[in-house]
């Protein structure tokens, strides 16, 4: 069974910019979540979709959205981008609950010049 | 809100010995999840170890085990004859029972020394 994949791997924009992120879940899952990993903020929390309604959001500005279709695959969006919006950003699949594991992908690094 | 906490930046062990990462967390809930994640230069994260809140008996997976002392909010992973391939950043994670988020720590790096 394939894993989450996250595309691209790498990204490079400049400040102003937007920029949008995919991710595909392991096959049969319907729970989708996006992290954001940065050296001074650690793991944050970005939001989370099932069945393409978003269910639980972090603390990021309005110019950070997703959404997801109704094959399960997910998208995040960052608009008018800035220097510190360069992170790693991870996606998270899992089948439905809470209760079940969620499984990551390898990440795409955003880089912001 | 729920926090987690690792304080201990970095650790190193000998390759075959046994090292113990801490954990504390703080929560208001009683129905909750713990997690141990491996994070290697290929920045994938894997999970290596879960413990349900409710359970009292240890989590144990291979040479990783996991001291969950509920009262005490502390969760620490033991791992036993240490491996090269088990150099990694280690994030302890929280979650609710009814909820997807993950609040990570900010992670202990682990270094083997051969």
């Known amino acids: 069974k394939a894993g989450v994949t996250q595309t691209p791997r790498y990204l490079i924009k400049t400040r102003g910019q937007q920029v949008t992120l995919s991710c595909s879940p392991i096959s049969g899952h319907r729970s989708v979540s996006w992290y954001q990993q940065t050296p001074g903020q650690g793991l944050q929390f970005l939001f989370e979709y099932f069945s393409e309604t978003q269910r639980n959001k972090g603390n990021f500005p309005g110019r950070f959205s997703g959404r997801q279709f109704s094959n399960s695959r997910s998208e995040m969006n960052v608009s008018t981008l800035e220097l510190g919006d360069s992170a790693l950003y991870l996606c998270a699949s899992s089948l439905a609950a809470a209760r079940d594991i969620q499984y990551f992908g390898a990440g795409t690094r955003l880089s912001v010049l | 809100a729920q926090t987690v906490t690792q304080s201990q930046p970095e650790m190193s062990v000998q390759e075959a010995e046994t090292v113990t990462l801490s954990c504390t967390y703080d929560?208001?809930?009683?129905?909750?999840?713990l997690f141990w994640y491996k994070q290697p230069p290929s920045r994938q994260m894997i999970l290596v170890i879960r413990?349900?809140?409710?359970?009292?008996q240890n989590a144990t997976e291979n040479r990783f085990s996991v001291n969950f002392q509920k009262a005490a909010k502390s969760f620490s992973l033991k791992i036993s004859d240490s491996q090269l391939g088990d150099a990694a950043m280690y994030f302890c994670a929280y979650r609710s029972a009814f909820y997807e988020k993950l609040t990570f720590g900010t992670g202990t790096r682990l270094t083997i020394i051969p």
């Open positions: 413990q349900e809140a409710y359970k009292q």
């Open positions: 929560t208001s809930e009683s129905d909750y999840y």
